[in-house]
């Protein structure tokens, strides 16, 4: 079965320092892979997907994440932080076999200090 | 275009009673989804529709838990009698349903559910 690592419940940045946020992945064959961002009290927001196109994905807000077949990763990274990328972000995985649910990793909260 | 849209925001309610959540989702969707998230984990599928039809429900507690979407749009979660473990936010989605893994699933807000 599919499962999805995030390492580091929590990390924090200063303002303007790079983001980097991990992601690793089980899988025998290459799943599609997506980043979603959870703000207080609201639904998750697509940030960016990986479908196979393009290893090197970007998103919103300045998000970007490159996929790693070697080493089952798909990190999220950000060149320069923002107070508003305060928020909890998850990985998630679906397994082109077992269909179209995600399967989600537990989540890290990035904070950002001024 | 209006996103998914979910009520109530938040129950609370006491052990063994019981509670339903109603979701909406964007139209046009033909697959919705219903998640539950424990605080502190991430969202775990608890059921998957394809228009009005179930196509997985493999981890949805049954004893206890029940959903349905009648018509092909709405959906309706209930459980009865709840648990204390059952407290958690419950995520409804939607996505085209065109049965492509890669596709999109847009997430309504959540209701937050506190089971005393």
């Known amino acids: 079965a599919q499962s999805v690592t995030q390492l580091g419940s929590h990390v924090s940045v200063s303002e303007g320092a790079l983001v980097l946020l991990r992601c690793n992945y089980s899988?025998?064959?290459?799943?599609?892979l997506f980043w979603y961002v959870q703000y207080p009290n609201q639904g998750l927001q697509l940030l960016l997907k990986y479908t196979s196109a393009a290893t090197l994905v970007k998103g919103i807000n300045g998000f970007e994440a490159e996929f790693k077949k070697s080493e089952t990763s798909f990190h999220l990274t950000k060149p320069s932080a923002h107070m508003s990328d305060a928020a909890e972000y998850f990985c998630a995985v679906s397994d082109r076999k077992a269909g179209t649910a995600l399967i989600f990793g537990k989540g890290t909260t990035l904070s950002v200090s001024s | 275009e209006a996103g998914v849209a979910q009520s109530p925001r938040y129950k609370i309610i006491e052990k063994r009673q019981s509670v339903a959540f109603w979701c909406n989702p964007i139209?046009?969707?033909?697959?919705l989804y219903w998640y539950q998230q424990i605080l502190g984990q991430g969202p775990k599928l608890l059921i998957q529709f394809q228009n009005n039809g179930v196509v997985d429900d493999s981890q949805l507690p049954k004893d206890r838990f029940s959903a349905e979407r009648l018509k092909g749009v709405d959906s309706t979660l209930k459980i009865q009698p709840a648990k204390l473990e059952d407290s958690a936010v419950y995520l409804c989605?939607?996505?085209?349903?065109?049965?492509?893994?890669?596709?999109?699933?847009?997430f309504g807000p959540g209701t937050r559910l506190l089971v005393l």
């Open positions: 139209s046009g969707h033909a697959t």
């Open positions: 899988s025998s064959v290459p799943p599609y």
């Open positions: 989605a939607s996505s085209l349903g065109q049965g492509r893994s890669q596709e999109t699933q847009y």
